[in-house]
Every structure is written in C-alpha cells, then in structure tokens.
C-alpha cells in the first residue's frame, strides 16, 4: 500500500489497536490501519494498490466485485485527480490467524459537497 516505501511514514502514522469481547477476554483482535490517503498521489493509484494486493491474497471474485461497485456508487470525478476516496486499509488478525481487510471510502463524500456548496454561494 505505500508504493513500495519501508518507511519512514511521517505525514500519518500507522494506527494499530486491539479489541476485547467478554466472550474470549484473553483472546483479543489486533487491527493495523494504514493511511493509503497519505502516501498515494491520487485515487487511481490507491484503487492500483488495493487490486493487486486482492490478487496477491487471492480474494475472491464477490469481494473485487463489492470493492469495484463502492468506489463507482462515491465516485464523483476521475480517480486520476485526488486522493480523496480512499482513506485507510486495514488488516485485522483473529486468534488463530484468521485475517480480514477493509477499505474505509468515505471522506470524499464530504470535501466534494462542500466545494459543491462554496462554489455555489460564490
């Protein structure tokens, strides 16, 4: 996800964080999010990263699918002309090293309505 950057990361740290559940206590889920948002030029280049790291891990066809109809239903412009789409990647690891992704969207959805909405008043 960083272009192939071992760090320094100095703009946005990495987040990690670890969650208890009363059913397991001693069993904790750790996360590490990484903000893709920050060390991308633009959408198009995060979309990149994701994708091939998909076929890396060998997700399946349904997960491709999901990603690819979320970033078309909050697309607002070509992916080329920012990096406000994609925010943060995550990898959580469950006890018995079950892992999972997810891709957090959203914070376009709201720098886009209100440039929409200054440029309107102006």
């Known amino acids: ?3 192939g950057s071992l760090g320094p990361y100095e703009r946005k740290p990495l987040l990690s964080c670890f969650a208890f559940t009363s059913q397991a ?7 590490v999010h990484f903000p893709i ?3 991308a030029d633009n959408d198009e280049v995060s979309q990149g990263r994701i994708k091939r790291y998909m076929d890396a891990v060998s997700a399946s066809e349904l ?3 999901r990603y690819k109809r979320i970033i078309s239903g909050v697309q607002r412009r070509p992916l080329d002309k920012g990096p406000d789409i ?3 990647v995550s990898l959580k690891q469950e006890a ?3 892992q999972s992704n997810g ?3 959203s914070p376009g959805l709201f720098v ?11």
Request: charged share 20%; with cysteine.
């Open 86 to 88: 994609h925010s943060w």
């Open 1 to 3: 996800m960083t272009g």
């Open 103 to 105: 891709f957090d969207v």
């Open 96 to 98: 018995g090293g079950k």
């Open 25 to 31: 206590p001693d069993q904790p889920v750790g996360t």
């Open 63 to 65: 997960c491709k699918e």
């Open 112 to 122: 886009m309505a209100n440039k929409k909405t200054w440029c309107t008043l102006s």
């Open 37 to 39: 948002d920050t060390f």
